[in-house]
């Protein structure tokens, strides 16, 4: 079953988050990963609308997970806090 890693984005610092983009594709592929959401425009239909919205799929739950603890990601996971905030969750599709 496809699992999706969800993150909410706020971009404090461009220039080291874009560094970050630069690197993070090789390390989602690796793991059967890919972008389903890379930014774009988001439209609230009912709350705030956040600044950015990121989504992944992957083939299961266990590779979402591998992806994200992985020591491919680890170095990148302190580049993308250092340069943004937001949050990530990881949910099983169906």
Do not use: C, N
């Amino acid at each position: 079953m496809a699992a999706y890693v969800v993150g909410e984005i706020e971009v404090t610092d461009p220039v080291t988050y874009q560094e970050y983009g630069k690197q993070v594709l090789a390390t989602i592929q690796k793991f059967g990963g890919r972008f389903v959401v890379r930014g774009g425009k988001a439209e609230a239909l009912e709350g705030a609308a956040p600044k950015r919205i990121v989504v992944l799929e992957f083939p299961s739950l266990e590779q979402a997970q591998s992806w994200y603890h992985s020591a491919d990601y680890a170095p990148l996971i302190k580049l993308r806090q250092k340069a943004s905030r937001g949050r990530l969750i990881v949910v099983e599709g169906v």
